[in-house]
């Protein structure tokens, strides 16, 4: 990742993308990145969470197969946030050896 000052004697300008993630224009790179998640459903053998940019809208959800620890979008859309939000979720399981109620990523 180039420093700040460096990125901008190469020509680039910070960008806000909204709800907290910025992107340095014709780097294409994200300085920060910040997702929420909570339970919302949960069954015998799967466990659904919402998760999104900001604690107080959530509008995408994930599915996460407790026997397999697979997680998938139930959109159908991978997504950096998708991402994070499936290993956090996995990693507090991991850290625990009890599904998460609610949580957050940050990097």
Known sequence: MVP??????EGAAPVNEGR???NWRGLGQA???????????ESSDSIEYAFGPDASEMPRRLS???K?????PVDGKISHEF?????KITAMYDETAQWPD???SFS
């Not at 397999?68 to 998938?72: H, I, N, Y």
């Not at 991402?83 to 290993?87: E, G, M, P, W």
């Open 102 to 104: 609610r949580g957050m």
């Open 4 to 9: 700040y000052p460096a990125a901008l004697a």
């Open 31 to 41: 300085m920060a990145s910040l997702v929420y998640f909570r339970k919302v459903a």
């Open 83 to 87: 991402l994070k939000a499936s290993r």
């Open 64 to 66: 996460m197969d407790t």
């Open 68 to 72: 397999s620890r697979r997680s998938r």
């Open 20 to 22: 907290g993630r910025a």
